[in-house]
């Protein structure tokens, strides 16, 4: 079976600053994986996602992820955050070549302090 | 173009009572899941239909779930007999395919079982 590890339940950090959210996964088999924001009281949106190819993905915000198969990690960062940046992110995988459902992590709410 | 509805927004029920939740996916999406969002659980796959077939109803928490999706369009998630444990966001997702798709996601319906 499938999971996902978020280690960061909650990353406060100063605007202007760097970030990275890290995530791992278990799978015996090949993975999907994606990287979701929720917005106080919104719905999950997209953020980025890796299907195949360059391991190094950028998404929408100016956030990016590097996947890394030998340590089966997915960590997004950005290089310098924003007060609006303030939601919780969520790592998720979905099994390629099956029904698609994602499969996600516990969730880092990061809080940007001005 | 018009994203995932879902309806009620909030829905406040009584113990032991059936509730119906709604799901409108993006015109043209073929595949639909829902997932529960709980603080205790995180975000948890429930199920998955490719038109109008659930092939997988493993991640539904009981039999008390039960969905359905007609016209390959809206999809109704059913709790009978509801129970506290019920309580939490239950999101709608649709993708234009279901293997590596995008999901798009509703924002939510809120079920607060009393």
């Known amino acids: 079976a499938q999971s996902v590890t978020q280690l960061d339940s909650q990353v406060p950090v100063f605007e202007e600053a760097p970030v990275e959210l890290r995530c791992n996964y278990s799978?015996?088999?090949?993975?999907?994986l994606f990287w979701y924001v929720q917005y106080p009281n919104q719905g999950l949106q997209l953020l980025l996602k890796?299907?195949?190819?360059?391991?190094l993905v950028k998404g929408i915000n100016g956030f990016e992820a590097e996947f890394n198969k030998s340590q089966t990690s997915f960590h997004l960062r950005k290089p310098s955050v924003h007060i609006s940046d303030t939601a919780e992110y969520f790592c998720?995988?979905?099994?390629?070549?099956?029904?698609?459902?994602?499969?996600f992590g516990k969730g880092t709410k990061l809080s940007v302090k001005p | 173009g018009a994203g995932v509805s879902q309806s009620p927004s909030n829905k406040v029920t009584e113990k032991g009572k059936d509730v119906e939740l709604r799901c409108d996916p993006i015109s043209g999406h073929t595949a639909l899941y829902w997932y529960r969002q709980s603080l205790g659980q995180g975000l948890e796959f429930l199920i998955y239909f490719q038109g109008n077939s659930a092939p997988d109803k493993s991640g539904l928490p009981s039999d008390r779930f039960s969905a359905e999706r007609t016209g390959g369009s809206v999809s109704t998630l059913t709790i009978q007999r509801t129970q506290q444990e019920d309580s939490a966001v239950y999101l709608c997702a649709s993708s234009l395919e279901y293997v590596a798709g995008e999901q798009y996601f509703g924002p939510g319906t809120r079920l607060t079982v009393t």
């Open positions: 799978s015996s088999v090949s993975v999907y």
């Open positions: 998720a995988v979905s099994v390629s070549g099956s029904q698609g459902n994602l499969i």
């Open positions: 890796y299907l195949s190819g360059s391991t």
